[in-house]
């Protein structure tokens, strides 16, 4: 059996129909991402295939560490042909994990390539990915319009200026290219050496002063207008966990005075404020009726001596094992007790919470909208075949598969589009073979809509993404 070829991941007869039949060209939503609005805007060119491929890729990079490739190779000052050399050589070993994959895939849709990448053909890939990258549709523009991307959601802090996205609307870029509202930094103030700036830099966003929590809240909401007139429908954490203690007005005002000061709040201080400030987000959300992303589980950077040397974001993280449920409950149920509980994606990083995240989702359903709480997709050390298919199997048997907003690709590359390629594989092949096993109606059109509406339909409604 080949490798990679146009039945991959398909290992029934109704399986490949669905995704050659129905999924193969749907449109892509990439509703939640960390691609450069300032790459889109200036419809950026990338100088070799190092450039594109590996810059900023900790996937990568975490998988050259474990081959023994010196970080010289990997982020150091070595030229893009010698780290391109050390990737080549790390691929071989890289076999049963999805980068394997991902690579080869991306070698095939972008740059018409077949060839296993091995330090032996590493030069005819250097050469040839290099040839096509220098051609004229080689560009944040023209990869959108090649794999019909309709939608990027890119991730934006509410005190970063929207300046991008208003060059990218004025284009004639077809792609709609949308801010997400990530406030996260607000919640420093157990940091008063970080929020201190942060807060220089949302007065310039804002054109606002922010002496109390009150003005704190003023700058936060004009900045969730500014982003909603850029079409934004969205907003996004990425937390541990859930803070899980009331707070009161008068409390939230001293311990942001504090912090203001430069007093760091205490451990207790920060998990009040952090929920107060979360419950203020959620009504945000829910006044404008956007949907609320909780990425809930990760220990980040925790190698401090190497996340120390190059920053966060370069691979010196993992899945935790903090205990959501509680928390998550309490954040929730304080939203749905005050009528202002918004349309929500809860991602989780450990698959043991599969089930716990899934069945919960079902409890704060209201019947207002389908799908209302939603279970994400697979995410970060998840967006593989295993985790997809453990996601997809919880929610099914909990809650309403038929109404999931399918896949994003939660990536800094424009060579990741195909993540939703290999999802919909995963899904076809689901979903027909157990259709071929009896276990589901052996109704194609059924079918079809199912996976028509999770691969794309989904995403449309429940964004509001009119595309």
């Not at 080549?88 to 049963?96: C, G, I, N, S």
Request: proline content about 4%; charged content about 25%.
């Amino acid at each position: 059996m080949a490798y990679l070829d146009e039945n991959f991941l398909l290992h029934s007869p109704t399986a490949l129909r669905l995704f050659h039949e129905v999924a193969k060209d749907q449109p892509i939503i990439d509703y939640h991402c960390h691609l450069s609005p300032r790459q889109i805007a200036t419809n950026h060119r990338w100088e070799d295939i190092s450039d594109i491929w590996l810059g900023g890729d900790h996937y990568k990079w975490r998988l050259m560490r474990a081959n023994g490739i010196d970080e010289g190779l990997i982020t150091g000052d070595s030229t893009p042909r010698e780290k391109f050399q050390a990737w080549a050589e790390t691929v071989p070993y890289t076999l049963r994990n999805p980068i394997h994959h991902w690579t080869h895939i991306e070698l095939q849709r972008y740059f018409g390539i077949d060839l296993l990448l091995t330090p032996d053909t590493a030069d005819e890939i250097w050469e040839r990915t290099n040839a096509k990258l220098a051609e004229k549709d080689f560009s944040t523009h023209g990869l959108l319009k090649k794999f019909d991307v309709r939608v990027v959601g890119t991730t934006d802090d509410p005190a970063d200026p929207l300046d991008d996205h208003e060059t990218i609307a004025a284009s004639d870029l077809k792609t709609w290219v949308v801010p997400t509202f990530r406030p996260d930094k607000a919640l420093l103030v157990d940091r008063p050496d970080l929020l201190k700036p942060w807060l220089e830099k949302l007065e310039g966003a804002s054109d606002m002063t922010i002496v109390h929590l009150s003005d704190l809240l003023a700058a936060l909401q004009k900045r969730h207008d500014d982003f909603h007139a850029a079409g934004g429908r969205l907003s996004d954490h990425g937390l541990d966990r859930l803070p899980g203690l009331h707070c009161t007005d008068e409390e939230a005002g001293v311990i942001f005075n504090r912090a203001r000061a430069g007093k760091p709040a205490s451990a207790e201080e920060k998990e009040k404020f952090s929920f107060y400030l979360m419950v203020f987000f959620g009504q945000l959300d829910a006044a404008k009726g956007w949907t609320k992303q909780l990425h809930l589980g990760a220990f980040r950077n925790i190698n401090s001596q190497m996340a120390g040397k190059l920053g966060p974001d370069t691979g010196y993280d993992t899945i935790g094992d903090t205990r959501q449920g509680e928390s998550l409950v309490m954040y929730l149920d304080a939203l749905a007790s005050s009528g202002s509980l918004p349309k929500m994606v809860l991602y989780n990083l450990n698959p043991r919470d599969n089930y716990l995240f899934a069945c919960l989702t079902g409890a704060f359903q209201d019947g207002t909208f389908a799908g209302k709480i939603q279970f994400g997709s697979g995410w970060w050390f998840l967006d593989q075949k295993n985790g997809m298919e453990l996601q997809l199997d919880a929610l099914s048997a909990t809650g309403l598969l038929s109404r999931f907003v399918g896949m994003l690709t939660d990536s800094r590359s424009f060579l990741s589009f195909p993540r939703h390629e290999y999802f919909r594989r995963i899904l076809c092949n689901l979903i027909g073979s157990e259709a071929d096993r009896g276990e589901l109606p052996d109704d194609f059109q059924a079918l079809s809509k199912l996976v028509g509406d999770i691969c794309f339909g989904n995403a449309k409604r429940h964004f509001g993404f009119d595309v």
